[in-house]
DNA sequence: TATGAATGAGCTTTCATTCAT
DNA sequence: AATGAATGAAAGCTCATTCAT
């Protein structure tokens, strides 16, 4: 019995967490207003009811894809370890991991953009995201006080500028690629450039918290 | 009749603008799959048949939105005068006044948000729009090639990496504010930190192409 | 072109009308939440698209349907012509011809029920029927008047309970016929006990309002 | 083992008369195609299954709830007790004591009266309904056959008649109180004009039955 | 050049019901 | 006796577009 409603529990789990994937995947392709329920159920192994059955909405199905997705950041973000570095070499790792996410995950980056052209209406209607910590700050935040403890670091170096700065880095590559594309014909995201890129955002992030 | 003719003239494309200028607004606001032929119509003094009378349909229209948008945008920086400047100061001078440019602008970076959500697609479709010439990455070229001749700038650095950096930090600021704001709660268009973010786009930049 | 024009207006409430007339068909027999759009749109010449063109929703579509319904019984009752008969006369004339209207429009019957089951939410929400004159109710009250001016009637008879009482008889026929006839195996409408009915009516309010 | 099963049985019947209750409620409030299934599941500490594992389907459920509220009220009237009372006395307390248990159960007379909505095709099919005695009318019998053989009333009256008159004036008061409240801004069910309406019921009656 | 009326296709959502245990 | 998961069918509604003049 207890078995056997495990069982159950578990397709129960396994049918949500397969809408969950198809929906990340349409709503990253094609956006809020321009993916369809239709297509994301018949990109399933269940029919369009059961998305509603266990969404309620296609909105509501939008912001626990936004949420699964931030979860699923966050708990990569939360694998950083880079404190057992000096702060220099920390910073670098740093930015660098941080690309390496960035580029790990463009549908995220897609959601985000997404979320941004809503104006983040979803996220603020979502409990679990609002106010939800921020690993990577945390760590960057703990490296700029151990740089600037050593002397290494400036002095009034605000970690959220350090992280916008690298997350603006990081994110208009793969968000404005296309464009940047048709109008430059150059690839941001073109692999033989993926050194060079990671390097020079190392680079900026450590001249700018560098002391002179 | 000629008289006329050419008043009829003025008036279809006083008639074409203003529906653009709709166009824009909804386009920017909503998204491409967002917006609404209906509602553009209706916030237009002509009627949603004269907008497929003058556009031929949606697609077409936002086509339009997006040339116009991109033209308006290169004619400001066409304006771009720093020329006399040493190359330091009009390196500086550059980057601020690109950041005066998106903050003045932040329906066209919406616009190339979304239509990088399309993957530029409307972009490719459009004879007007690829491979358009772009005055600031020319004016950029200019002041790395005046830096490097008088010893002040390193040298092998891409322009367009340049180019890049500077509108990541841009684009970034205007494009994840909500989002930002919703997880961080600061908002980066704040007016009260816009002089910090203007001096520390170029503080980046400088260090960037200075030599050392 | 006038005619033309006015050929495309009188097709224009040619389908308003007829969607109307199916509507209230349709609202009459099933209720507000058992009628159907599609069935609505299957039993008209256009196609359920037009029903949203012309009415907005199924909620306004019912609105419309009771504003017509109400303007038809009123304009009936318009053409109440008992000022000529003495004040006795009238008042069973009166009670006689209401009783036939009632038995005339079964379908009005039927929507005024229905609406009130809906606890006549839609006629709140309809300008056009909230506080609507009533012939019925304001010749009964000069019947009144004058059967009082000349004693033939009683002091204090408040017009509308006299307008209820009848109300109240010629509606429970038509409304309640099918429970009692499935209780009491009577057809309160069978034609064969109308007169005896009619005259019942016409009995009752003369000896409530007859002076003693 | 006996005491558990009489005690299943007991909660079994409690949960079958919790649905009813519920059901109840949620017809006479939404209509039968208004009322959801769903809904009424909600409110009930069961589960929807239950409904249908003790009903059957939504409309042996509505079925059921009519045949209660039939059951109920057939009781109620069963206490009628005027049979000590002279016929003239009798009558007035009889119309009075109708009058009041109309006002005392509104949601069965909003069941009756979506019953006729439906053309009474539900009372139809259940054999508990059609062809119930009738408490009510057979001591209004018996009153009329004392009444004239007394000589105090007129000969030939039919007790349908009588409490067709009666139900009529009770059940219009409540059934189309909201169209009539929305109409001539008059509730007729304010309880300053109770006595009012119950008086003047007695007196149509009475005026009706009485030998002149 | 201009336009009010019309529309097919497809959208999101809801409903009563049943399956599998 | 009891139940959580699942569902086919159909509901109300919206969309970009075109017809007819």
Known sequence: MVAESSALTRDAERTRAEILAVATREFADKGYDGARVD????????TKRMLYYYFGNKEKLYIAVLEQAYAGIRALEQTLDVEHLDPAEAMRKLAELTFDHHEAHPDFIRLVTIENIHRAEHI?????????????????????????????????????????????FCVFRTANRHTWHAIF????LDPKRRKHYR???GDLVLEYVTAR
Request: glycine share 6%; hydrophobic share 50%.
């Open 124 to 168: 603020a209607r979502s409990a679990a995201l609002s106010g939800l910590a921020n690993p990577a700050l945390e760590v960057l935040t703990r490296i700029l006080a151990r740089g600037r403890a050593d002397g290494r670091f400036r002095a009034g170096i605000d970690p959220l500028d350090v992280h916008m700065m690298i997350s603006a």
């Open 199 to 201: 390097t020079m955002l």
């Open 185 to 188: 014909q150059r690839d941001m």
């Open 39 to 46: 297509e994301i159920a018949a990109k399933t192994s269940t």
